[in-house]
Structures are given as C-alpha cells and as structure tokens.
C-alpha cells in the first residue's frame, strides 16, 4: 500500500503564512511529479503548484510570488509554504502524487492524500 499523509493546516489571519507537508509512505519504488490541488467551498478541486523529480516547478496564476513547493526525495515529502495568505486561498488542500509502487514498477500510479483545511480568516 501506499498513503499520503497531510499536515500544517489550520486557521490563519490575511496576510500571514502556512506551510504544509505531504508525506508519501508505503512500498514505494520511486515518486514522479507531486503537487498540491485546492478545493474551495463550492468550486472544483484546482491544481496550486506541483513540482517534478527533477525538481521543476508550476504554479497557478493567483499564487505565483506568494506560495512555493518543494520535496525533500530522501523523505519522500512535499511541503507548500503559503506566504501571504488571502480569504480567497481558503479551502481543503491535498496532496496528490505520481508514483511507481514496488510490486508495480513498470506502471505509473496516481495517490491522493485526504486533505488538509486551510482558512484564511480575521
């Protein structure tokens, strides 16, 4: 099996910052691309950043300069620091992951993490 397991979530004012972490466990062979999507009250889960294994990054439009993702390989982690946070960046976060499990080399599959609230309110 493999898991996904979010952290750092909570209650926030505007202006300030959060990090989040993803970690991956599991019978892991290898991790492609992670990333942290966003679910908003009533809207669809959007993609904020995702980040390669070769360490390439994408970010939304509406957090470009304000948010940044990274990994740790060796930890097999994804941390998104959330820096100067806005109402509208309040909803569930989660973690999403590309990856090889060791009974499955050859094949590429898709994990999802059961989310972590973010709100930003004052």
């Known amino acids: 099996q493999v898991q996904l397991v979010e952290t750092g979530g909570g209650l926030v004012q505007p202006g300030g910052s959060l990090r989040l972490s993803c970690a991956a466990s599991?019978?892991?062979?290898?991790?492609?691309?992670m990333g942290w999507y966003q679910e908003a009250p009533g809207k669809q889960r959007e993609l904020v950043a995702s980040i390669t294994s070769g360490v390439s990054t994408n970010y939304a439009d509406s957090v470009k300069g304000r948010f940044t993702i990274s990994r740790d390989n060796a930890k097999n982690t994804v941390y998104l620091q959330m820096n100067s946070l806005k109402p509208e960046d309040t909803g569930n976060y989660y973690c999403n992951a590309h990856i090889r499990p060791t009974w499955l080399r050859l094949t590429v599959n898709e994990y999802w993490g059961r989310g972590t609230q973010v709100t930003v309110s004052s």
């Open positions: 599991g019978s892991i062979f290898s991790i492609n691309d």
